[in-house]
């Protein structure tokens, strides 16, 4: 009896990190002593179910210490061993698990442009329920191993995020660029989910750290691109009226370069501005005025009045012939014809290129 109370079970040094600590043997010799770290609690399974639980401190493993015991007594020993698995859980917080992958694919408000959302970070947990933990989880993976937990725990994360974060997305209209100002609510929100799922299984998510959501790399240049042209449209007007201002710089550019393919990209760009600007000018030009009423047979027919002023090829305004700036927008205000100063083909007021040889309008 002495050499048995001289044995003890408790989770070696080297194992302290572990969230479960199994002990190797099944048969537990009577009045073996066992020491729960404060930070753990120990429990006696027999056939899936919890035959004991000891709480922190030194423990005589006896019936009459522990009850529960006397149902697991082993026979064949003469009733001096218990036939169990052991297990030490550890009941404090373990951080640095790592969790991240695809969420889902949705739609930018802003833009229409459907993205790969990712989320990354890492998270703590703590046992809650020891008791869950070892039996409603040994049966699905390894609970001896922290990586096997935690990667089972991340797997949990990530599906309640996959509904999680896209639902608040879509109903609260957040544009993607820009999520990261909503990572609070998001990770409160994951937090709450997460630990929904993982109740049943004694486990607790107590806080997240380093948490992004981003894009794949492709997703996030091609949004980034189509917010800036959908910004400098709006302030150029219109997209028309930007495509033709990239056009035309981007001709420019090339000119500069000495690309000689370029100079025909370039004038079909002064073209198409200046098509443009006449057409704008045609559809804005102020109606004909009415033809005079009958006059009496005797006298005769008043001329048709001329036109009192020049519309702006900016804004529309009239106004007066001679005027060199626009009343309506101060915009200078083109002459009606011109000529190239290289090759003398008359062009319009408002022409930016000769339609004959290219060169910039004077």
């Not at 035309?248 to 090339?254: E, K």
Request: net charge negative; with cysteine; glycine share 14%.
């Amino acid at each position: 009896m002495a050499l048995f109370s001289r044995e003890f079970i408790a989770v070696p040094d080297d194992r302290k990190g572990q969230i479960v600590f199994k002990w190797p043997d099944v048969t537990i010799r009577r009045f073996t002593h066992a020491i729960v770290n404060a930070d753990e609690v120990a429990m006696f399974v027999n056939t899936g179910q919890i035959a004991a639980t000891m709480g922190p401190g030194r423990h005589s493993i006896d019936a009459d210490e522990i009850p529960g015991l006397g149902a697991i007594i082993d026979f064949a020993t003469g009733g001096n061993a218990y036939r169990a698995e052991l297990y030490f859980v550890g009941t404090r917080e373990y951080t640095g698990f790592k969790f991240g992958g695809r969420v889902d694919d949705v739609q930018d408000p802003r833009t229409g442009l459907v993205v790969t959302l990712r989320v990354f970070g890492d998270y703590a947990l703590r046992v809650i329920d020891p008791g869950r933990l070892i039996t409603n989880l040994t049966s699905t993976v390894d609970v001896t191993d922290n990586e096997r937990i935690a990667g089972w725990v991340s797997d949990q994360l990530l599906k309640v995020m996959r509904t999680n974060i896209t639902t608040q997305v879509v109903a609260n209209g957040w544009p993607i660029l820009g999520l990261s100002v909503h990572s609070p609510e998001i990770e409160q929100a994951a937090i709450t989910a997460g630990n929904g799922q993982l109740e049943a299984y004694g486990i607790a998510i107590t806080r997240m750290g380093n948490f992004d959501i981003n894009l794949a790399p492709e997703d996030a240049a091609q949004l980034k691109q189509l917010a800036k042209d959908s910004s400098y449209s709006q302030l150029a007007g219109g997209f028309g009226q930007y495509a033709a201002g990239e056009m035309a710089l981007g001709a420019g550019q090339g000119m500069a370069q000495g690309g000689g393919s370029t100079q025909g990209a370039f004038l079909a760009a002064g073209l198409g501005l200046g098509g443009g600007l006449g057409a704008g000018l045609q559809q804005q030009a102020p109606p004909p005025a009415p033809a005079p009423a009958p006059a009496a047979p005797a006298a005769a027919a008043a001329p048709a009045p001329a036109p009192t002023g020049v519309a702006c090829a900016n804004c529309s305004t009239s106004n007066p012939a001679g005027a060199k700036f626009c009343m309506g927008c101060g915009q200078a205000m083109a002459p009606a014809v011109k000529h190239c100063t290289e090759c003398g083909t008359e062009l319009p007021g408002a022409a930016k290129f000769c339609a004959n040889c290219g060169t910039p309008a004077g």
